[in-house]
Every structure is written in structure tokens, then in C-alpha cells.
């Protein structure tokens, strides 16, 4: 059995890599492949640790490159590629998480002064980047009875469903583009043949 498409902490994954490792020796995987979001960061660590303490079956370097094509937002998958390359790669190419998620909450913090939705005081001041807009202004929202119009009943209990029905519909209100920070899907396949000329795939989101 295999498994070539998992993520990390390092992107938007819960396990640390450690427990990937774990994971995939308990449901007898023969090979796996961390592809976390444009990083190959999970393989500085593996480089690190004693891997055949957590698992003993075969690691393929992988990694999912943001992208788009046609205006529609993809995914690319590499696989076998050199993650120091990929990494020297991807830090120029790419915003940190940290740069995206404040650029993304600055964005919506504009939508909601447009709009007179009442989120509060020094939004962007109290905003820690290491944690998902969505969970944030979410938050924030629903801090603010009066705010129940902007979504619906399901969703006011949910931060994921806030960001699944409301932060990823390009037909709502707290949509925000951020395409524009992002490589063309030539330049996000060339960066993987950079690193190691092989198979790529894409994923449609």
C-alpha cells in the first residue's frame, strides 16, 4: 500500500512529522511521500532523526507547489525531487505562510470596515500570523451577535465551515484573491524539473 500525498505541520497538516511516520507504519504503508505546501522543510527534519525507529517502509521526497491555470486555482505534485533546491526554490518563489496569512487578514479586515461588520478593536494588531485567517476573523465575527447575518447558523459554530462556504466561494462576500502571489503553472512546473526532472502531476481544489 502507499500513500504519496500527505501533509505536515509544516503546511496545512495537524501531525507532526514524527507522527506521519508513526501513521504510516501502524496502516503498513510500503511507501509514502510528505508533499506538504510549497516546502520540503519535513525532509530537513527527517535528516535528523533515526526514521527506522517510526518506520520501516520507503520515503519518496514529494512536495505540492501552489499554482493556477485558466484563472482556476491548482496544486502541482513532484515527486523525487532535491529538497535543498526545492527549498532555496520555493523561499524566493513563494510568501511564507506567515506573509500570506497577514496579507490575506489585512484583506479581509478592509472587507469588514467596507461592509461596517463589527469585528472589534486592533484586528490586525492582536492577529498572531501563524494561525489560519479563517480561525481568526471567524473568531472575531461571531464574538458579535449582530454579525448572524453575515452567515448561517451552521457556519457560526464552525471555522471551517466559515472558510470552506464563505473565504473559498469567489461569490461571497469575505472572498479574497490571492492569485496574485502566485508562480504561472510554467514557472511552478519548471520549478519542480529544476529540482529533479520527473512525472508531474496536478490536483484540481
Known amino acids: 500500500m502507499i500513500d504519496l500525498h500527505m501533509h505536515t505541520k509544516y503546511s496545512d497538516g495537524t501531525d507532526e512529522v514524527v507522527e506521519i511516520l508513526k501513521k504510516a507504519e501502524r496502516l503498513n504503508l510500503d511507501f509514502i511521500s510528505i508533499t506538504d505546501h510549497n516546502t520540503c522543510k519535513a ?10 525507529d517510526y518506520y520501516s517502509g520507503k520515503i519518496i521526497k514529494g512536495i505540492e507547489l501552489n499554482t493556477k491555470m485558466l484563472g482556476v486555482p491548482i496544486e502541482i505534485l513532484g515527486y523525487g525531487v532535491n529538497k535543498d533546491i526545492m527549498n532555496d526554490i520555493t523561499a524566493k518563489k513563494y510568501l511564507t505562510p506567515q506573509k500570506r496569512n497577514m496579507l490575506e487578514m489585512k484583506k479581509l479586515y478592509d472587507i469588514c470596515k467596507r461592509e461596517n461588520i463589527d469585528v472589534g478593536e486592533n484586528v490586525i494588531e492582536n492577529y498572531d500570523s501563524n494561525m489560519f485567517t479563517s480561525r481568526y476573523l471567524h ?65 484540481y481544489i
Open 43 to 52: 525532509y530537513d527534519e527527517l535528516e535528523n532523526i533515526k526514521v527506522e
Open 139 to 203: 473568531s472575531l465575527i461571531t464574538k458579535n451577535e449582530e454579525n448572524r447575518k453575515y452567515i448561517d447558523d451552521e457556519t457560526w459554530n464552525n471555522s471551517n465551515l466559515f472558510y470552506r462556504k464563505y473565504m473559498s466561494n469567489p461569490k461571497n462576500l469575505f472572498y479574497v484573491d490571492m492569485d496574485e502571489y502566485l508562480p504561472t503553472f510554467e514557472e511552478t512546473a519548471n520549478f519542480v524539473r529544476q529540482a529533479r526532472r520527473i512525472s508531474v502531476y496536478t490536483t
